[in-house]
């Protein structure tokens, strides 16, 4: 059974910095994986999406890693802004399409 | 605006009674999902469809939940006989294939 974990549940950061979120999986056949953001009270909003084949995606000031072989995803935030404030979850696609969600990380820009 | 949507957004029901949520995904998209998030956790896979065709439930879903998707467009899903426990975010998802998924915006359901 799949099981993703991200580590910290919270993370406060000044504006400006450039931070990493992590993701970890259990197992390692996955169709794809994908970060999402989720404001309060909202639904998912897709941010990028990493096929099991590639090892990175880039968008604007996002990007995204995929490490198969040791069950990882990054996500990386340069020059954060207090817009960026939101949770941030990872989910893993298995061959069945379904996705296995982490618990979320959420981020807090201060201005 | 050509997105997922889900309706209504919100609901409040007291225990014991059914509600039904509607989903309309991406009017390409073949498969649609539910799921369904509970407060600081990530949202759980319940159900989904390819096409007419509902190819998985999980566990999470009891006898009180079905879901259908008539002429694989539109999906339905319904609770019947609520319970305080299913107070959650209940939530929609679409895409083409083994592609990337879209979610909407989600129903809130509080059970009193």
């Known amino acids: 059974k799949q099981e993703v974990t991200q580590i910290p549940a919270a993370l406060s950061v000044p504006e400006g910095e450039n931070l990493v979120l992590n993701c970890s999986f259990t197992?390692?056949?996955?169709?794809?994986l994908q970060w999402f953001r989720q404001d309060p009270g909202k639904g998912l909003t897709s941010l990028l999406l990493i096929q099991s084949s590639q090892r990175e995606q880039t968008s604007g000031r996002l990007n995204a890693s995929l490490d198969k072989s040791s069950g990882r995803s990054t996500l990386y935030i340069a020059a954060s802004q207090p817009g960026d404030s939101a949770t941030y979850l990872c989910?893993?696609?298995?061959?069945?399409?379904?996705?296995?969600f982490g618990k979320g990380i959420t981020l807090s820009v201060r201005p | 605006d050509t997105g997922v949507s889900q309706d209504p957004r919100h609901k409040i029901t007291k225990r014991g009674q059914n509600v039904t949520f509607r989903c309309d995904p991406i009017s390409e998209h073949n498969r649609l999902y539910w799921y369904r998030q509970t407060l600081g956790q990530g949202p759980e896979f319940l159900t989904y469809f390819q096409n007419e065709a509902q190819l998985e439930k999980s566990r999470l879903l009891s006898d009180r939940f079905s879901a259908e998707r008539p002429k694989g467009s539109f999906s339905t899903l319904e609770i019947q006989r609520t319970e305080q426990g299913d107070s959650a975010m209940y939530l929609c998802?679409?895409?083409?294939?083994?592609?990337?998924?879209?979610f909407g915006p989600g129903t809130r359901l509080t059970v009193l």
């Open positions: 989910a893993a696609t298995g061959a069945n399409s379904k996705l296995t």
């Open positions: 998802a679409s895409s083409l294939g083994l592609q990337e998924q879209f």
């Open positions: 197992d390692s056949a996955i169709y794809n």
